[in-house]
């Protein structure tokens, strides 16, 4: 079993920086994948940002050149740094961890922490 912990969250103006954490404790695997996911109101859950075990980074469109993904796997904390907030990325930001355990791949969600951008 493996839990996650998000923070960072909080209320920011439009412009304004965050960095999100994600603290991984329990029975981490090496080949993992970690992702951010954000749930704006009313609205699904959606990817924003994956790192790969292979070391593939993703973005969607709607946030390259703005966050950064980064982790620091000797600690297994996830990190999102969140450059130039606009107020369309407010939500709430969830951590995923998909990771292999045996023969199955298996993924854990955190909790989520709140992101508010707004003047």
């Known amino acids: 079993q493996v839990q996650l912990v998000e923070s960072g969250g909080g209320l920011v103006q439009p412009g304004g920086s965050l960095r999100l954490s994600c603290a991984a404790s329990?029975?981490?695997?090496?080949?993992?994948?970690w992702s951010w996911y954000r749930q704006a109101p009313g609205q699904p859950r959606d990817l924003v940002a994956g790192?790969?075990?292979?070391?593939?980074?993703t973005y969607i469109d709607a946030v390259k050149g703005r966050f950064t993904i980064s982790s620091d796997n000797a600690k297994n904390i996830l990190y999102l740094q969140m450059d130039n907030l606009k107020p369309e990325d407010t939500g709430v930001y969830y951590c995923?961890?998909?990771?292999?355990?045996?023969?199955?791949?298996?993924?854990?969600w955190g909790k989520g922490t709140l992101v508010t951008v707004s003047s």
């Open positions: 995923k961890l998909y990771q292999l355990e045996g023969s199955s791949w298996v993924d854990y």
């Open positions: 329990g029975a981490v695997a090496s080949a993992n994948d």
């Open positions: 790192t790969a075990y292979n070391g593939y980074i």
